[in-house]
């Protein structure tokens, strides 16, 4: 139950970033929500597809097609009275990344695949979706930024798979391993948090 | 019946766009092929793996996939006698845009699922495969754009729904909702049809 | 068991190329291996998808999944002593494309589909995984080029087809299939092959 309402919530996080991503004076309502579900439930999406379970998530259950919809139209009108859209963006990504993660390792878990899968499935499910997101509106790739991205979700991923196997079933681990991930994601973007140089990508000298 | 041709022709349609959106003076006949291919397959093939269908339309039927070829190849050489290159791309997109939609709508519902799906289904199938070729040819995807796009697939596939289940096998309901989706998608290009304002997406003011 | 060792040469190459894709001076470790492996796991799982299979082949055996960490850890770590990185990029491409489109066309076979669904999954396996590659490196995509690409693949596809028909299980089929698919980018590359002018791309004269 925790992790339907957390994924719910990540549905909605992502498709408030795909709408304030791509909207652009004079777009029209059903366009950006169009792109906001995309957003939302792509990498969900290609999770499943890739796991060949029977029934993509959202085919169903469709609660989460109208949960999509329903935050990209919230989206669309609220940008007209928020002062700050790239901080809203920012953190709705980071919070959409962090449920997205947690939610998919814990449920591949679930279906019974080992711990390298559903690490493996958690991090794609919660990059993908903004990987698309930011392809599709000609902004360069969160993942390719200089801040941590990728190594949250990995993380974050990887401790709830312990916690999952040291305290199965309790209905905290996701809410832990989410905050993890959120927390690390912020701090990465407003401290600049950063890896010894030695593990940062370097070309030759004289290149 | 109807539906089977009507789904040829989108496919011809798709593969032209795709061959002119990427072609640039000195790329080979092979790999254009492939680019519009990958155009008007795309779609369908996305909609078939969303809905677990047991074998992708192209790999059952391979009709598709020669339809696919040979329409791009035609539009290889056809674009050495075409004077209006643009004309050709914009109509035969709108064309392909209301085939796919349709005709996806119409399996969709056939294959029992509910119409919250069939809808998303078509309007997914009949965008995909040109936002996948605009990425690929560093087009603006014509989904951000500020013409109608979305707007007449979401209508039309709605209709298609409404026809169906009024006058359920009438062979007629697919021309009418494709003459629809086709005929709103024109009159966006030539005449600029636009939302109401309070429709259209807008920044606060002292941005 | 000669093209199980084939596909792993090359996960291998194509994660490679998609470490020096996307590098740029500050990246972090785990984004880059992240990118690496979506490069070169991508054609093949976009395979295993359109031709539902029940199990995509790295959520089967995870060796794949580690070779594909392994190469791009290492190239992470390497670039920083070659000296021509474009160079090792064009040949670990023009290899991988090589090996992925042969050993795709003969799994493909083996699972028995036709020789049309062969030739195409072959090209597509070969070709797919450097599309995305180059989509999310702002790099336009090799397909694109002035080069023969997706040519080499669909010959050497089509001599795979041949040689399993004519000499069934011979071991070293898929070695002259790949050394003849590999040559002949190469060659492209270097020597500038090109159609003879009426098979290239010519939009009208006035133009």
Chains 1, 2, 3 share one sequence.
Do not use: C
Not at 12 to 20: L, P, R, S
Not at 132 to 138: A, E, P
């Amino acid at each position: 139950m925790t992790s339907y309402i957390l994924g719910m919530f990540g549905i909605a996080a992502f498709a408030i970033t795909g709408v304030i991503s791509s909207g652009k004076k004079g777009m029209d309502l059903f366009s950006l929500v169009f792109l906001g579900m995309v957003t939302s439930l792509g990498g969900g999406t290609i999770r499943d597809v890739i796991l060949s379970m029977e029934t993509v998530y959202w085919v169903k259950d469709t609660s989460y097609l109208w949960v999509a919809a329903m935050s990209s139209m919230f989206a669309f009108f609220a940008v007209r009275v928020i002062e700050n859209r790239e901080g809203l963006f920012n953190y709705a990504d980071a919070f959409g990344l962090a449920l997205f993660t947690v939610v998919a390792t814990e449920r591949v878990l679930l279906y019974g695949f080992s711990p390298t899968i559903a690490i493996t499935m958690g991090v794609i499910t919660g990059i993908v979706g903004g990987i698309i997101r930011d392809v599709l509106s000609h902004r360069s790739p969160l993942v390719l930024g200089r801040e941590f991205y990728a190594t949250p979700a990995f993380l974050g991923a990887f401790l709830m798979v312990i916690l999952e196997y040291s305290i199965p079933d309790h209905e905290f681990n996701a809410i832990y391993a989410v905050s993890f991930i959120f927390v690390l994601r912020v701090l990465a973007m407003k401290k600049g948090l950063y890896y010894p140089n030695w593990l940062l990508y370097q070309k030759k000298r004289h290149d």
